[in-house]
C-alpha cells in the first residue's frame, strides 16, 4: 500500500473536521494500524492527528508531544471489510469527537491545546511518519474542514455520497398553474 502526502497541511487551529470515504479490504501487517490518514510530529509542542482502525472499534486521537499529553476518541462500532464508510475526527475547541457514517461513536476532552502540527504533510492510507501502518482498502472524498462540523451536516454528507436516490429525489415534467414551461433534471 502507498501512502498518499496531503502538502501544505501546516499548522491547524482548532476548530478542524478531517473525514474520509474509505472501503477497508485487509489489515495493516501489524493487525494493529489500520491508519486511514494520519500526521506525525515528533518535535516538542507538536500535534499529532490520526483515524485509525484498531483490533476494534475507531479511533481518533491527537497528542501533543512535549509531556505526552494525549486525547483519544474511541468509536464502539468496528467499520467492516469490503464497504464503504466515511470515518470523520471533529476537533472543536474543547473536545474531539469521532464519527462514523455520520453517526457519533465516541468523544474526548482536547480542552488543552491540540491546535497545531510541526508535519507540512499529512499522509492520506498511512501515518505520516510510521512505515507499518499502511492502509489496505481504497479512500475517497478526503477533506480537511476548518470548522469542526456538526454529526446532522456530517450525516447527510455521508447519506448523499453513499446513497443520494435515498437522500434527495427530484420531480421531472412539471408545468406551471398557467400551462406552459417544463422542468425537467
Same mark, same amino acid.
Given at each position: 500500500s502507498s501512502i498518499l502526502q496531503v502538502?501544505?497541511?501546516g499548522r491547524r487551529t482548532k476548530p478542524y473536521t478531517i473525514c474520509a470515504f474509505f472501503n477497508r479490504t485487509g489489515n495493516s501487517p501489524t493487525g494493529t494500524q489500520n491508519h486511514i490518514f494520519?500526521?506525525?510530529?515528533?518535535t516538542p509542542d507538536a500535534v499529532t492527528v490520526d483515524l485509525v482502525i484498531p483490533s476494534s472499534g475507531l479511533l481518533v486521537d491527537a497528542y501533543t508531544d512535549s509531556?505526552?499529553?494525549?486525547?483519544? &476518541?474511541?468509536?464502539? %462500532?468496528?467499520? @467492516?471489510? *469490503?464497504?464503504?464508510?466515511?470515518?470523520?475526527?471533529?476537533?472543536?475547541?474543547?473536545? =474531539?469527537?469521532?464519527?462514523?457514517?455520520?453517526?457519533?461513536q465516541g468523544s474526548g476532552?482536547?480542552?488543552?491545546?491540540?491546535? &497545531?502540527?510541526?508535519? %507540512?504533510?499529512? @499522509?492520506? *492510507?498511512?501515518?505520516?511518519?510510521?512505515?507499518?501502518?499502511?492502509?489496505?482498502?481504497? =479512500?475517497?472524498?478526503f477533506t480537511i474542514d476548518t470548522t469542526n462540523r456538526s454529526v446532522n451536516w456530517l450525516n447527510a454528507r455521508y447519506k448523499?455520497?453513499?446513497?443520494?436516490?435515498?437522500?434527495?429525489?427530484?420531480?421531472?415534467?412539471?408545468?406551471?398553474?398557467?400551462?406552459g414551461g417544463t422542468f425537467t433534471i
Open positions: 502538502a501544505g497541511m494520519g500526521d506525525t510530529a515528533y509531556g505526552y499529553t494525549y486525547y483519544v &476518541a474511541t468509536g464502539t %462500532t468496528q467499520p @467492516g471489510l *469490503g464497504s464503504w464508510h466515511q470515518g470523520c475526527m471533529v476537533v472543536s475547541t474543547s473536545n =474531539i469527537y469521532v464519527i462514523l457514517d455520520g453517526v457519533q476532552s482536547a480542552s488543552a491545546t491540540p491546535n &497545531a502540527s510541526a508535519e %507540512t504533510w499529512m @499522509g492520506v *492510507g498511512g501515518d505520516g511518519a510510521a512505515t507499518n501502518s499502511n492502509w489496505y482498502g481504497l =479512500i475517497s472524498e448523499n455520497v453513499i446513497s443520494p436516490a435515498t437522500f434527495w429525489s427530484a420531480t421531472y415534467d412539471l408545468t406551471n398553474g398557467g400551462g
